[in-house]
RNA sequence: CGGGGCGUGGCGCAGUCCGGUUAGCGCGCAUCGUUUGGGACGAUGAAGUCGGAGGUUCAAAUCCUCUCGCCCCGACCA
């Protein structure tokens, strides 16, 4: 930071910029262990309204929140082959206890498919109990090489669904549904447009059939998975005897799936708004959606400004959450500044001048300066208020929609797909074989993505990399 | 785990190469006054076992040995 006020800019280091965000902003801090973080308070009620509009989402579709334990038996992760190898590598282990050496030791919850498995094979007897549909809000710790604040800690927050079903079309319609909920979730809440779409085999989650995902892209292009959801068909009912019996009294495994979005969201909101200024958050998350700042000189002033601020406050802060900012030792143009820096959505301006002509100045963040700045009458706030936190909303998935689509490319060959990907995403064919997508990762260092629900358009093809038939497409690009 | 960087008041740093007064500077913080429509100013003040341990020396933030931790860049991952 040359200036000390300023944040670095996304142009001179994209990184540096956001950690300077996340720590000014006072949405989390470093832990004193390694890759660990704590959610300061704004932070979190910024993740707790993610959790709220996701949470109904669940509740909506026909789901209830349970608690699992935090240890796991470390024999548990063992009993699906792949899910061990996946994980291994990124367990943290717990083997003393009470002051005594464990018989066994317990693994701190990675993720939670094993032990619940354990207690879906005790709860679930018949096709009559099915199918069974339970989220858990929690954290889990994997002991990853490198860390960022929010994008990848060793300990992180998240909701983690695990359903079980009767039939394979049951679960791989709930995986989808569920990937669907993710997808309007970030499209209407947090204003990021994604992209649906299956995971590539090497980028399958451990110990599943299928893994879809939905894609955001960041400020600098890069891609971020904002939320997963797997099929993982019937590998965790045989591991873990989640057995039923069906209507003709016969003995069947279930079909059970998997999905989470985590604290990594917070992240994404972060680099798919942010500007220089610091935050730009969407109203519907914000954790205050309008701050108010009044302004006066001299004693006078200030008694009249404060006190139709405390009336227009008190008025908004039945339909909005709402920020007065009547701190003395700092100056209106420190506040402008710092809840800028903070994304507040919508600020309020109420000075003499304001008092005088019965109106507000309304400084919107998402318009930088003078251009984001109206003048409101007093009377009618309210809704006036209410079309101009919608108007951001839309504004803000508009915008970074159009960002997104003016950087993802159709590269004609394997030369000019080198190229797109150092700039944004590609959209391109790909024949499926993993040869092909080795290729482009050491090649490029961008990764598929992932293969879009969405392949209107797409019809026979050739493959990016060998040239040979291909029937979908995909996105590849450089990627948190 | 490889490469790089860094540990000095709350934060950011200088000082370390070449040992030598009472360890400085900016920001922040506290008090008072003047200010307040885009990051105010002045005065006064509080605050530091120089990451830790050992060693060399009359003398160590500074030199030597060991150690701990953090950040950044790679390979792995949501």
Not at 215 to 225: D, P, R, T, V
Not at 232 to 254: R, S, T, V
Not at 310 to 334: M, Q
């Amino acid at each position: 930071m040359a200036d000390e006020k300023k944040l670095t800019s996304q142009s001179e280091d994209y990184s540096a910029w956001y950690n300077e965000v996340v720590l000014r902003a006072e949405l989390a801090d470093y832990a004193p262990v390694r890759g660990c973080m704590v959610v300061r308070p704004y932070g979190t009620t910024l993740w707790e309204n993610v959790q709220q509009a996701l949470d109904r989402r669940f509740k909506e579709t026909g789901h209830v929140n349970a608690l699992f334990p935090l240890l796991i038996p470390m024999s548990f992760l063992q009993r699906e082959a792949d899910h061990v190898e996946g994980f291994s590598p990124e367990l943290a282990v717990v083997t003393h206890g009470g002051g005594k050496e464990l018989e066994e030791p317990l693994v701190v919850r990675p993720t939670s498919e094993t032990v619940i498995g354990y207690m879906y094979s005790k709860w679930i007897r018949s096709y009559r109990d099915l199918p069974l549909l339970i989220n858990q809000w929690g954290n889990v710790v994997r002991w990853e090489m490198r860390t960022r604040l929010f994008l990848r800690t060793a300990e992180f927050y998240w909701q983690e669904g695990h359903t079980a079903h009767a039939t394979y079309e049951e679960a791989q319609e709930e995986t989808l549904r569920m990937l669907g909920v993710y997808a309007d979730f970030a499209i209407n809440d947090a204003a990021i447009p994604v992209i649906e779409g299956r995971k590539s085999e090497s980028e399958r989650f451990a110990g599943a059939v299928a893994s879809y995902s939905i894609e955001a892209m960041m400020g600098n292009k890069w891609a971020l998975q904002a939320g997963t959801s797997h099929m993982l068909g019937q590998n965790f009912a045989k591991a873990f005897d989640i057995q039923y019996l069906d209507e003709n009294n016969e003995l069947q495994y279930c079909w059970t799936t998997s999905w989470g979005l985590s604290t990594r969201m917070v992240g994404a909101i972060i680099m798919a708004h942010g500007d220089d200024q610091g935050l730009r958050l969407p109203p519907k998350l914000a954790p205050y959606q309008l701050v108010v700042v009044p302004i006066w000189r001299n004693e006078d002033q200030k008694r009249a400004v404060l006190e139709v601020t405390a009336r227009i406050a008190a008025h908004l802060r039945s339909s909005y959450r709402i920020k007065v900012d009547d701190r003395e030792e700092v100056t209106p143009g420190f506040k402008f500044n710092e809840w800028e820096l903070r994304g507040v959505p919508l600020r309020l301006e109420i000075g003499p001048r304001d008092v005088e002509n019965e109106s507000v100045v309304m400084a919107r963040r998402d318009i930088p300066g003078r251009a984001g700045k109206s003048v409101a009458p007093m009377a009618g706030l309210s809704a006036a208020v209410g079309d101009m936190l919608d108007t951001i909303q839309a504004d803000m998935l508009d915008s970074a929609t159009v960002f997104r689509d003016a950087n993802i490319r159709e590269p004609e060959d394997y030369e000019a797909l080198k190229d797109t990907v150092d700039h944004g995403w590609a959209r391109a064919y790909w024949c499926g074989n993993p040869e092909c997508e080795t290729r482009i990762k050491e090649d490029t260092r961008a990764t598929n993505r992932n293969i879009p629900l969405d392949q209107e358009g797409a019809g026979p093809g050739l493959c990016i990399v060998c040239g040979e038939p291909a029937e979908e497409w995909s996105y590849w690009a450089r990627a948190y």
